[in-house]
Nanobody, 125 residues
Framework: VQLQASGGGLVQAGGSLTLSCAGS????????MGWFRQAPGKEREFVSA????????FYSDSVKGRFTISRDDAKNTLYLQMNDLKPEDTAVYYC???????????????????WGKGTLVTVSS
């Protein structure tokens, strides 16, 4: 399985970015997908997840209302639309694939078996 995140960059506070994650090597639609981020000196933290088969979306409290996760299974691609970005959103963002059972846990890094290399998002104040 290969996951490749892209779309990061430098943006001013209040701006927007859309991250993409292209997957290959496994039937994309049969997996829950998630976004995590890791800021310098901090642990990797959950950002958002989307269930397979239209099972719902989930967000951390810090991004709820500003970020939107979506997926296009026909294109094997996961997205994260990020609006109203804040300096504290600065981090390397990772996409991940969770092939576990339906309704399995999705908020911990250990819930995911496959990871992309990450894309850096820098938000200036």
């Amino acid at each position: 399985v290969q996951l490749q995140a892209s779309g990061g960059g430098l943006v001013q506070a209040g701006g927007s970015l859309t991250l993409s994650c292209a997957g290959s090597g496994r039937t994309f639609s049969r997996n829950d997908m998630g976004w995590f981020r890791q800021a310098p000196g901090k642990e990797r933290e959950f950002v958002s997840a989307i269930r397979r088969y239209g099972g719902g979306t989930f967000y951390s409290d810090s991004v709820k209302g500003r970020f939107t996760i979506s997926r296009d299974d026909a294109k094997n691609t996961l997205y994260l639309q990020m609006n109203d970005l804040k300096p504290e959103d600065t981090a390397v963002y990772y996409c991940a694939m969770n092939p576990g059972g339906i309704l399995s846990s999705i908020r911990q890094p250990t819930d995911y078996d496959y990871w992309g290399k990450g894309t850096l998002v820098t938000v200036s104040s």
